[in-house]
């Protein structure tokens, strides 16, 4: 103690230059000065009455050993639980207290590397405070870290039972700080994001009374960037995220949001030829967690809300690597509810590989995977699906297009879907094989799964073209007979009418000399009425040229 100082007729004390020395014998904690003025009513009462109490300077340091225990434990002698007051509590008063300028420096070596910060400067302010149940005492708290990050606690509270309400907000917390708490239980880099909090509380502890709740709160996040450990880049940027309108309670697990946006995010997903998705990876915890009785738990969002997201998707498993960019991905999903029997409404745009357009919008029922949506595809580039092909064969170009709705309940695989089709501009190569056309059009598609059923009213193709090359390389080895497979549930199937027009057909035979040539082409025809039904008759009407010469 560097000095004190007493003034009996101010009834005040003041101690300056305090200072407690760790084993090691750095500071563990002290202060500049600590003033307190007794009021004059503390003479003529049993209770004290403290006029002010003022703390400037107070500076701590708190360790936790690689056990997580504080270093200072040995000081902390645990002691009987004290007995119950019979009586009400003293009516102690303390009409203003103010912490100024405080400091505590925090270090945990239980985390690999240890984690350290410095909280400070910190202040608090209490005014009329009374150890009275029904007094109202007011405080203020507030503080900032080494980094910047800025907290506050504002409010009132009673003292029996034990309540409070008030706000309370976090400011520019820098999540790459907090590496050392998660990442030995997670493979995920924070490469960089801060986050906000603000709310407003209630709080109350008393006997056969606990609540703790938040209202009106807000949360923000901000330029998000994640990787997988041990993997150079990113594998998902958020540039905004907002959440709006939290009422929670927190005993009995009830969550409701109003509104969640996420804004300009960026999404880089890849399936490695072992099948792991590096998503996955990374949201999976590298310790599972010991199950734990689950209790009821209840979340509401109504709205979220998804803008101006892309998606890089690379997929490893196929013969060759299919390479995806999905863009302008805007998403809105509202009365979205923890509870599987209810539906939530979604809508949902999206740019395909720079060109093509997939809309979708409905109900549906996320956890119970079933709902039903209007679907919309125009001119989705079929050529970059192409290493799914391999390595039977090339998909070199297409442009598919799809309107209709789709019914859905996984869980029973069942499936439906009402709509119209089409692909232009179809070409694939199968060995020694070739298949192109203009234009595919189906209309009047009903799918269903159950009964399975496929019902189509018209098709029409436009300049079809196959060629055939038959090489004069030996006959490869019979392959052993495989097993016959289980005979496949019946499929009930019709198409109304079949036309096409403008089709070609070239075989070319090389295993012969002179070569074998023959070609068919102005392939005109149409079916009508085309069943799976055994007893059902078709008619059938087609023409074609034979080497460009009628027949």
Same mark, same amino acid.
């Given at each position: 103690?560097?000095?004190?100082?007493?003034?009996?007729?101010?009834?005040?004390?003041?101690?300056?230059?305090?200072?407690?020395?760790? =084993?090691?014998?750095?500071?563990?904690?002290?202060?500049?000065?600590?003033?307190?003025?007794?009021?004059?009513?503390?003479?003529?009462?049993?209770?004290?009455?403290?006029?002010?109490?003022? /703390? !400037?300077?107070?500076?701590?340091?708190?360790?936790?050993?690689?056990?997580?225990?504080?270093?200072?434990?040995?000081?902390?002698?645990?002691?009987?639980?004290?007995?119950?007051?019979?009586?009400?509590?003293?009516?102690?008063?303390?009409?203003?207290?103010?912490?100024?300028?405080?400091?505590?420096?925090?270090?945990?070596?239980?985390?690999?590397?240890?984690?350290?910060?410095?909280?400070?400067?910190?202040?608090?302010?209490?005014?009329?405070?009374?150890?009275?149940?029904?007094?109202?005492?007011?405080? &203020? *708290?507030?503080?900032?870290?080494?980094?910047? !990050?800025?907290?506050?606690?504002?409010?009132?509270?009673?003292?029996?039972? /034990?309540?409070?309400?008030?706000?309370?907000?976090?400011?520019?917390?820098?999540?790459?700080?907090?590496?050392?708490?998660?990442?030995?239980?997670?493979?995920?880099?924070?490469?960089?994001?801060?986050?906000?909090?603000? &709310?407003?509380? !209630?709080?109350?502890?008393?006997?056969?009374?606990?609540?703790?709740?938040?209202?009106?709160?807000?949360?923000?996040?901000?330029? /998000?960037?994640?990787?997988?450990?041990?993997?150079?880049?990113?594998?998902?940027?958020?540039?905004?995220?907002?959440?709006?309108?939290?009422?929670?309670?927190?005993?009995?697990?009830?969550?409701?949001?109003?509104?969640?946006?996420?804004?300009?995010?960026?999404?880089?997903?890849?399936?490695?030829?072992?099948?792991?998705?590096? #998503?996955?990876?990374?949201?999976?915890?590298?310790?599972?967690?010991?199950?734990?009785?689950?209790?009821?738990?209840? *979340?509401?969002?109504?709205?979220?809300?998804?803008?101006?997201?892309?998606? +890089? *998707?690379?997929?490893?498993?196929?013969?060759?690597?299919?390479?995806?960019?999905?863009?302008?991905?805007?998403?809105?999903? =509202? =009365?979205?509810?923890?509870?599987?029997?209810?539906?939530?409404?979604?809508?949902?745009?999206?740019?395909?590989?720079?060109?093509?357009?997939?809309?979708?919008?409905?109900?549906?029922?996320? /956890?119970? $995977?079933?709902?039903? #949506?209007?679907?919309?595809?125009?001119?989705?580039?079929?050529?970059? #699906?192409?290493?799914?092909?391999?390595?039977?064969?090339?998909?070199?170009?297409?442009?598919?297009?799809?309107?209709?709705?789709?019914?859905?309940?996984?869980?029973? &695989?069942?499936?439906?879907?009402?709509?119209?089709?089409?692909?232009?501009?179809?070409?694939?190569?199968?060995?020694?094989?070739?298949?192109?056309? !203009?234009?595919?059009?189906? %209309?009047?598609?009903?799918?269903?799964?159950?009964?399975?059923?496929?019902?189509?009213?018209?098709?029409?193709?436009?300049?079809?073209?196959?060629?055939?090359?038959?090489?004069?390389?030996?006959? %490869?080895?019979?392959?052993?007979?495989?097993?016959?497979?289980?005979?496949?549930?019946?499929? =009930?199937?019709?198409?109304?009418?079949?036309?096409?027009?403008?089709? $070609?057909?070239?075989?070319?035979?090389?295993?012969?000399?002179?070569?074998? +040539?023959?070609?068919?082409?102005?392939?005109?025809?149409?079916?009508?009425?085309?069943? $799976?039904?055994?007893?059902?008759?078709?008619?059938?009407?087609?023409?074609?040229?034979?080497?460009?010469? +009628?027949?």
């Amino acid at each position: 103690m560097a000095r004190v100082r007493v003034n009996p007729f101010a009834l005040s004390v003041t101690l300056d230059g305090f200072r407690v020395k760790d =084993k090691d014998g750095s500071a563990l904690l002290g202060w500049d000065r600590l003033y307190v003025n007794l009021g004059t009513a503390t003479l003529f009462r049993l209770a004290p009455v403290f006029q002010e109490i003022r /703390l !400037e300077g107070f500076h701590a340091r708190v360790v936790l050993d690689r056990e997580g225990n504080p270093t200072f434990q040995d000081l902390l002698v645990a002691s009987p639980e004290p007995a119950k007051p019979s009586g009400p509590l003293p009516d102690l008063r303390i009409h203003k207290l103010t912490v100024v300028g405080a400091r505590v420096e925090f270090m945990d070596r239980s985390t690999t590397p240890a984690f350290t910060t410095v909280l400070g400067p910190l202040s608090l302010d209490l005014d009329s405070f009374r150890l009275k149940p029904d007094n109202n005492n007011p405080y &203020a *708290f507030t503080g900032r870290t080494e980094r910047g !990050e800025t907290f506050g606690w504002r409010g009132h509270f009673f003292v029996e039972p /034990l309540r409070s309400q008030g706000s309370f907000f976090v400011g520019g917390l820098h999540l790459p700080k907090y590496a050392p708490y998660y990442r030995d239980k997670m493979a995920i880099e924070l490469l960089s994001g801060t986050l906000g909090v603000k &709310a407003d509380y !209630e709080f109350q502890w008393g006997e056969g009374s606990h609540a703790v709740r938040l209202h009106k709160g807000e949360a923000g996040l901000d330029n /998000l960037s994640l990787g997988e450990t041990g993997v150079s880049g990113s594998a998902v940027d958020l540039a905004e995220v907002r959440l709006k309108g939290l009422e929670a309670d927190l005993l009995e697990s009830r969550i409701h949001v109003a509104s969640l946006a996420v804004r300009d995010s960026r999404l880089k997903v890849e399936r490695n030829a072992a099948g792991s998705i590096n #998503l996955m990876r990374m949201a999976t915890p590298r310790v599972p967690a010991k199950p734990e009785k689950a209790e009821p738990f209840t *979340f509401d969002l109504d709205e979220l809300r998804v803008e101006n997201q892309a998606v +890089a *998707f690379r997929d490893l498993v196929p013969g060759r690597p299919v390479d995806l960019a999905l863009d302008q991905l805007a998403l809105t999903v =509202k =009365k979205f509810s923890m509870d599987p029997a209810k539906r939530c409404d979604v809508d949902l745009d999206l740019r395909w590989n720079g060109r093509g357009r997939i809309h979708a919008a409905g109900s549906a029922a996320p /956890l119970k $995977s079933e709902g039903s #949506l209007e679907l919309k595809v125009e001119d989705l580039d079929l050529a970059p #699906l192409d290493g799914y092909a391999a390595p039977d064969a090339t998909l070199a170009a297409g442009r598919l297009g799809l309107s209709g709705r789709t019914d859905f309940d996984l869980p029973a &695989a069942k499936y439906a879907f009402r709509g119209q089709a089409r692909v232009d501009g179809f070409k694939a190569v199968a060995g020694n094989a070739e298949v192109a056309w !203009e234009a595919l059009r189906v %209309a009047g598609i009903k799918a269903a799964s159950s009964p399975m059923a496929v019902s189509l009213a018209s098709v029409d193709w436009d300049r079809p073209a196959f060629r055939f090359v038959r090489t004069a390389a030996p006959p %490869a080895a019979p392959a052993p007979p495989a097993e016959k497979p289980a005979p496949a549930a019946p499929v =009930k199937a019709e198409i109304g009418a079949f036309r096409f027009k403008g089709g $070609s057909f070239t075989f070319l035979d090389r295993s012969l000399q002179p070569v074998v +040539a023959l070609s068919l082409d102005h392939i005109d025809g149409q079916v009508g009425r085309l069943s $799976s039904d055994p007893g059902s008759r078709a008619s059938m009407e087609l023409k074609a040229l034979v080497d460009g010469a +009628a027949p």
